[in-house]
C-alpha cells in the first residue's frame, strides 16, 4: 500500500482510520503507548473512527479496540489515517510513515518466527521430532533473522535522532543485545530529547555504572 505523506502545521491534529468487520457503535480507544493510559474514545460507524484533539508536543499513542491496535505517533498540525486491519498508515507524515516502515519489517519478522514455529511444532505433533530435538533446530533456523529489522532500526536511527520515534526505537535496538560499542556510538549522535527522556536516561545511567565497575576500569572512590 503506498503511504500519501502529509506535512503538518498549527497543534491540533487527526487521526482517522478504517476497519472492517467491527459492528456499529464499538468503542475503540487511543492510549498511551508504554502505558495504556487513556487519551481519547470514540465510535466505530460504518467501518470508519477518527480522533481529534490538540496536541503541545509529539508522543507515541495506540489505536486499539478488542479485535487489533496499532502505534500512531500524534504530532501537532498532523492529520494522518490508518488501516486497522492491515496495521498501515494510508495518509501520514514523515514520523509516522517511517514508524509504519519499522513495524511492517517487525511485523515480517514475527511471521517468519512463527512460521519457523509451527512447521517444528508440527513434527513434533506427527511424532517426527522431540521437542528436545527441535529446539537446536529452530535456533539455528533463528540465527541471524533479526538482522533486517535491526538494520531497519540502524537507518531509521540515523535520522530520528531527537523525536520520540527516536526514543521508542533506540529502546528497542538495546533490548535486542545490540554491540556496546553500536550502542554508544548511536548515543553519540542523539539529541537533548532522545537523552534526556526517562527511559533512556535510566538505560544511559545504568550503562555508565556498568562501565564503570567493569574489571579493568578505574577505581572511584566515593567515601568522604
Known amino acids: 500500500m503506498s503511504i500519501v505523506l502529509v506535512a503538518c502545521n498549527n497543534n491540533s491534529y487527526k487521526i482517522s482510520g478504517t476497519i472492517e468487520g467491527a459492528p456499529d457503535s464499538t468503542e475503540i480507544y487511543l492510549m498511551s503507548y508504554y502505558d495504556s493510559t487513556p487519551i481519547d474514545t470514540t465510535l466505530i460507524l460504518n467501518g470508519e473512527f477518527s480522533f481529534a484533539g490538540t496536541a503541545d508536543s509529539s508522543y507515541m499513542a495506540m489505536v486499539a479496540n478488542m479485535e487489533a491496535n496499532m502505534p500512531v505517533i500524534v504530532e501537532p498540525g498532523c492529520d494522518v489515517a490508518i488501516d486497522l486491519n492491515t496495521q498501515e498508515f494510508v495518509k501520514a507524515n514523515k514520523m509516522n510513515s517511517d ?21 517444528l511444532m508440527a513434527l513434533i505433533q506427527g511424532g517426527a521430532l ?8 529452530f535456533m539455528e533456523k533463528i540465527e541471524g533473522i533479526d538482522q533486517p529489522v535491526i538494520e531497519v532500526m540502524e537507518n531509521l536511527l540515523s535520522i530520528h535522532t531527537n523525536d520520540v520515534l527516536g526514543i521508542m526505537l533506540l529502546e528497542t535496538y538495546i533490548s535486542t543485545g545490540a554491540e556496546d560499542e553500536k550502542i554508544d556510538a548511536i548515543l553519540e549522535n542523539m539529541g537533548e530529547v532522545v537523552l534526556t527522556s526517562p527511559n533512556i536516561a535510566a538505560i544511559v545511567e545504568s550503562r555508565n555504572m556498568l562501565k564503570n565497575t567493569a574489571v579493568g576500569a578505574q577505581f572511584v572512590d566515593f567515601t568522604i
Open 130 to 137: 522431540t521437542m528436545e530435538e527441535a529446539q537446536p533446530i
Open 99 to 119: 514508524l509504519g516502515l519499522f513495524f511492517a519489517s517487525y511485523n515480517q519478522l514475527n511471521a517468519r518466527y512463527m512460521a519457523i514455529s509451527d512447521s
